[in-house]
């Protein structure tokens, strides 16, 4: 239990507490992103009714005839949040949410800030609340981006996994560039760019932090993952915009 009101009191420290009430917490995270639907709000409202969702964006702003290209995001159906079980496994559930959940506001500002103007929407439901997901000491939250540029895919994970003794730029690609870094406070930096051939391009930055905590962010001009053909020229971040943001002092567990 110490661990959760720990978890708690980083996600929303009260002055001064009295009890612990996650459900007032998760309440206020929710409103926290409901003050980011208003672009998306007609989208939400149609995967809502189950649909795939179909996203148009004008590609032009000189007044001349607009290409409308037509984006179709899938929800996957991936849930979050507390399951039934155990005493033991509900407090473990509820400390894993919270954290998410924490994890999830703490990205948000940043994230929007980086992409100013852009759709972001959860790639597991399609809609534009932003949800960590994951177990253990591993959370992943996949981010579908849309923009005049068309779409594209950014990909997140904080995991408490120990830096590797070294990192070969990826194999397999047709060019790749890639950075390794040490900071005097031991941290370790890594940022690469791969072209993988048929014009799709990833984008990706790592930091392994003194304390155990690997922070992970890619981008790709591919909406669905990485996988078919490019739905963009480039991805919505390049690798040193990605690499700020996994510099989030807070993005952290």
Do not use: K
């Not at 950075?179 to 799709?200: C, I, M, N, Q, Y």
């Amino acid at each position: 239990m110490d661990q959760l009101t720990d978890e708690l009191r980083r996600l929303d420290p009260p002055p001064p507490p009295s009890r612990v009430d996650l459900d007032a917490i998760v309440r206020r995270a929710h409103r926290h992103r409901a003050r980011t639907r208003l672009l998306v709000a007609v989208a939400a409202a149609a995967v809502v009714a189950g649909a795939a969702l179909p996203l148009v964006v004008d590609r032009h702003r000189d007044g001349g005839a607009a290409a409308q290209p037509t984006v179709t995001c899938v929800p996957t159906g991936e849930t979050s949040g507390p399951r039934p079980g155990t005493e033991r496994e509900a407090a473990a559930e509820r400390l894993h949410f919270a954290t998410a959940t924490r994890l999830s506001m703490v990205l948000d500002g940043p994230l929007r800030q980086a992409l100013p103007g852009a759709i972001l929407l959860d790639a597991a439901t399609c809609r534009p609340e932003l949800t960590f997901r994951g177990a253990g000491e591993r959370f992943d939250l996949g981010i579908v981006v849309v923009d005049a540029a068309g779409s594209g895919r950014v990909d997140v994970r904080v995991a408490r996994e120990a830096a590797p003794a070294g990192r070969d730029c990826n194999a397999g690609t047709e060019t790749t560039t890639c950075e390794w870094a040490t900071l005097p406070d031991g941290t370790v930096t890594f940022r690469s760019r791969a072209d993988h051939g048929g014009g799709v391009v990833w984008y990706d930055a790592d930091v392994y932090r003194p304390d155990g905590v690997h922070v992970h962010l890619s981008a790709d001009n591919v909406a669905f993952g990485g996988t078919g053909d490019p739905t963009r020229v480039i991805p919505p971040l390049d690798d040193a915009a990605l690499l700020r943001l996994t510099r989030v002092e807070s993005l952290t567990l």
